[in-house]
Every structure is written in C-alpha cells, then in structure tokens.
C-alpha cells in the first residue's frame, strides 16, 4: 500500500485566496484526521471522520475552514479565505477503527505558508 | 479536557541511552503510544503499551508505564543519530477515537 497520499507537498498562497488540501486515505481504512502542526501550537486536530461522516470538528479554528469527504477514499480540507496565520504544515491521517486500540497512519503532510 | 506534556528538547551523544518522558492526565486512557517525525515527514507509530502493562520492549526501545504517576517514559538504547528526531507521546481519548499528542520531544544525538 501507499500510505496516506497527500497533496499538494507545498502551497504557496497570497492572502485572501482560497486553500485546498487533499488527501487519500490507506484503502480499507475507515477513520480519517486532519491535524495541523505549528511551532507554537504542536500538534492540533482539526476534526475527524468515521465511515465518512463527520465526528468531532471541535478543533476547526474557525469558519474559513472547511473539511469534507465525499467517499472512503479522498478527502479536502478548505480555507477560504486564507490568512498568514494559517500558515503551517498540515497533516492527513488515517486508521482503521475497531474499537480497542488506534493505530494512526500519518501522511508526509502539506506545507501551507500563506503570504 | 485531556493533556499531554514532555520537555522539548533532549541531546545525548551516539551509543548513549536516552530517556524520553511524558505525563499524562487522562487516568481511563487505554492506550499509550510513541510516534516519531523525521524531518520533512508525518509522524510513524513507533510503539505502544496497553494501560494493564507496566513495560514493553521492543528491540532497542523500551515502554515504562507508570499508572499511578500517569507517567510515560521511552528508552531507547544505544541510540543513533539516526533516531534524531522528534519524538510524540499520545493517549487514546477514552471518549472517542481520537488520540492526544503531547507537544514534542526533539532529540538530538551528536557523533
């Protein structure tokens, strides 16, 4: 398997515009995270799917972001609009859920500097 | 709400053991894990204990629980530059699925 794909690597925006972040998850798996890293804040998750529905969006920063999976194998995660404060590497993650014990598989992430 | 703590940076020189802690506060955590990010990369499951365990070992790395102090430490031995790296404690959120990572460790391992 390919691990969790991610793209794009990097994204350079100019503030204002609209962000796209896109990930596909390990086939089979049926729970997907977005995790935003910073220095100052480490890890944060933004919010989390099971079976392709929303669970906890309680990180969400604020309305600008927006996460969606349409089906099991893809998901975006947008900011609209962006803003330098948002500039980060962001992480898509996924597992597959049984209950016990959760064992993440991470992507090789996107770095985001919004200028 | 949950939250993890570790110290931020740690240096040992090769050959060396290093010692890794974390504290938690979730006291129903399940389970406990270690991740480590490579430069550039996302991070990867390194290990992890069940809450009824004491100590795991796993090669060169070896998992301390202590419950009663909701503490975790990683030892790994003989350490390698190639373990530089920043190193991850997480708890499993007894309410969902989702795991709380703690903030980081960044070890660094000198020639």
């Known amino acids: 398997d390919a691990g969790v794909i991610q793209s794009p690597r990097h994204e350079v925006t100019e503030m204002g515009q609209e962000v796209t972040l896109r990930c596909k998850p390990i086939s089979g798996h049926n729970s997907l995270f977005w995790y935003r890293q910073t220095m100052m804040r480490g890890l944060e998750l933004l919010i989390y799917f099971n079976n392709n529905v929303p669970i906890d969006d309680s990180g969400m920063p604020e309305d600008r972001f927006s996460a969606k999976m349409p089906n099991a194998s893809f998901s975006t995660l947008k900011i609209q609009p962006s803003e330098p404060r948002d500039s980060a590497v962001y992480f898509c993650a996924s597992s597959l859920a049984t209950g016990t014990n959760e064992k993440l598989f991470f992507g090789s992430g996107t770095q985001l500097s919004v200028l | 709400g949950e939250d993890v703590e570790q110290s931020l940076f740690l240096s040992v020189r090769e050959g060396d053991s290093s010692v890794i802690n974390c504290t938690y506060t979730d006291s129903s955590s399940t389970y406990l894990y270690w991740y480590k990010q490579e430069p550039g990369a996302g991070l990867q499951l390194l290990t992890y204990i069940f809450s009824n365990m004491d100590m795991k070992q796993d090669q060169r790395l070896t998992v301390l629980l202590n419950k009663k102090d909701k503490h975790l430490s990683l030892r790994i031995a003989d350490t390698q530059t190639g373990d530089s790296a920043i190193y991850f404690c997480?708890?499993?959120?007894?309410?969902?699925?989702?795991?709380?990572f703690g903030t980081g460790t960044r070890l660094l391992v000198s020639p």
């Open positions: 997480a708890e499993r959120d007894t309410g969902f699925q989702k795991l709380v």
